[in-house]
């Protein structure tokens, strides 16, 4: 089993960015999968998630309405982050991570993740 994050990079604020998180070794039908990020120092903080179950979508009240959460039509086995009107404290590390019961119940906290992507770097700065 493995997650690949990608699409991260420097941005200037209200700027856009994609995150794809690829994964790999298991079919994703079953599991939902999470985005979470993490500043050095700060708590992780659960982003958004949706689940394969029902197609639901989950966000946090901070980047609700910015944010959209979605999983590729054509290639079932990758999820994407798409991030708009990016603000200097969405700065962080990015990590997709499976939810291995596929609701997101838990996603904010990342409690109930089982296998987890290395992150990539968001920084958005003028």
């Known amino acids: 089993v493995q997650l690949q994050a990608s699409g991260g990079g420097l941005v200037q604020p209200g700027g856009s960015l994609r995150l794809s998180c690829a994964a790999s070794?298991?079919?994703?039908?079953?599991?939902?999968i999470a985005w979470l990020r993490q500043v050095p120092g700060m708590e992780r903080e659960g982003v958004s998630c949706?689940?394969?179950?029902?197609?639901?979508?989950?966000y946090a009240d901070s980047v609700k309405d910015r944010f959209t959460i979605s999983r590729d039509n054509a290639d079932k086995n990758t999820v994407y982050l798409e991030m708009n009107n990016l603000k200097p404290e969405d700065t962080a590390v990015y990590y997709c991570?499976?939810?291995?019961?596929?609701?997101?119940?838990?996603?904010?906290?990342?409690?109930?993740?089982?296998?987890w992507g290395k992150g990539t770097l968001v920084t958005v700065s003028s």
């Open positions: 991570a499976r939810d291995r019961d596929g609701g997101c119940s838990y996603y904010e906290t990342g409690y109930g993740m089982d296998y």
């Open positions: 949706i689940s394969m179950l029902d197609a639901k979508t989950y």
């Open positions: 070794g298991f079919t994703l039908d079953y599991y939902g």
